[in-house]
């Protein structure tokens, strides 16, 4: 048992159960020993890897994008240029890099970055130097200006409830102590008002995941947008709608038992993505990703960066593309939800 497992074990002694949304915050992100709080995730050495640490060409082109939807805007000035949960830092360098020709582009921005890991604000802070960036704990502390944003695997860190139907009602899934170990277990049935559109979409023995924080986020980034133009993008794993136990952990690349090493092992939920476009309260579209990376042109910009590259040095940049790209890979499985407002057309890329 981790240093964070006895503690939750005490806890739950003295409190009862705690709900997974609970279970998951204070493993990501205990101020002691928080997954987050303490690690660096990513890459070869870390737990998991992702789209703009295999390839460039994915923050090459979510910069660009960004930046085509600042043009489609009248290049407000100035404007916010932020990101949720920039990890290493490393798509908004590549935005930034892609981006530095873009006429007024970077005059007018300010860089913005909401992240709670310290580990990760350090790293990002190398990676950006020159730039500026200023840190938040929230995406309330933005300030209220015309705002681009890019997400990109962030919501799927937000902590979800999950709730298994039982006839017309519902048993919350908790984790409460069994034998000295975390075990999970269900509560009693209830009807929350909040399910009871789910009824007409699930059968009994199903499970659903809401995610109460990414659903506050969403209404409060699209209220922004609707008030102080901009765009908005989240890219993630999920679907739709939320249907099935899609609470997992992954510690060094492999998939564990989420009650496994409380505090050293990333958890993550798939996205349920209609109900956060609908929180948002204005235009919104969904996308696949490989469609959306195709449509900017991912292909292109891989094989003029292999050109007069080594044969091994190509192969990795075909790995590159298929990976992000290919409907087997990450192609279909994640997808760019895209706020905007009104007064522009849909960020490039999002619409055939
Ligand atoms: N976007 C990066 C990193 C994804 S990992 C990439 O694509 O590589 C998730 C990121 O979100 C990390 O930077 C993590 O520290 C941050 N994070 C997780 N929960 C957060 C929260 N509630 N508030 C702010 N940042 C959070």
Redesign the pocket.
């Known amino acids: 048992m981790t240093p964070l497992g006895r503690l939750l074990l005490r806890q739950i002694a003295a409190q009862g159960p705690l709900s997974v949304a609970e279970y998951m915050?204070t493993c990501?992100?205990h101020p002691e020993h928080g997954y987050?709080t303490t690690h660096d995730?990513?890459g070869g050495t870390g737990d998991?890897i992702?789209?703009?640490?295999i390839s460039q060409v994915f923050g090459e082109l979510i910069g660009l994008c960004l930046a085509q939807a600042w043009l489609d805007r009248g290049a407000p000035s100035p404007f916010v240029l932020a990101?949720?949960?920039?990890?290493?830092g490393?798509?908004m360098a590549d935005a930034l890099r892609a981006t530095r020709d873009v006429p007024g582009f970077h005059a007018a921005m300010q860089v913005h970055l909401?992240?709670?890991?310290p580990v990760?604000r350090a790293a990002q802070a190398d990676r950006l130097a020159g730039f500026a960036p200023r840190w938040h704990?929230?995406v309330a502390d933005l300030p209220d200006l015309p705002l681009f944003l890019i997400?990109?695997?962030?919501l799927?860190?937000?902590p979800v409830r999950q709730f298994l139907r039982d006839g017309a009602a519902w048993r919350e899934r908790v984790i409460g102590m069994r034998d000295d170990t975390l075990a999970f277990g269900l509560t009693d049935p209830t009807q929350p008002a909040a399910l009871t559109p789910r009824l007409a979409n699930t059968r009994d023995g199903d499970m659903v995941e809401t995610c109460a924080?990414a659903v506050a986020l969403a209404q409060h980034v699209g209220g922004r947008i609707t008030a102080q133009g901009g765009v908005a993008l989240f890219i993630d794993y999920g679907s739709a709608q939320s249907l099935g136990d899609t609470f997992q952990a992954v510690h060094h690349h492999r998939k564990v038992p989420p009650l496994h090493l409380p505090g050293q092992c990333?958890l993550t939920a798939h996205v349920a993505f209609a109900p956060l476009a609908e929180a948002a309260e204005c235009a919104a579209t969904l996308t696949d990703q490989g469609a959306f990376l195709e449509r900017l042109g991912s292909g292109p910009r891989h094989g003029a960066l292999a050109r007069g590259k080594t044969e091994a040095q190509i192969e990795t940049l075909i790995a590159a593309h298929r990976r992000l790209t290919h409907p087997t890979e990450m192609g279909q499985l994640f997808k760019v939800l895209a706020l905007f407002c009104d007064n522009g057309p849909a960020p490039a890329g999002t619409k055939a």
């Open positions: 915050a990501l992100l987050y995730p990513l998991f992702t789209a703009p640490e990101e949720l949960g920039p990890g290493r490393t798509l909401v992240e709670l890991s990760l704990d929230s997400a990109n695997e962030f799927d860190a937000l924080p990333d």
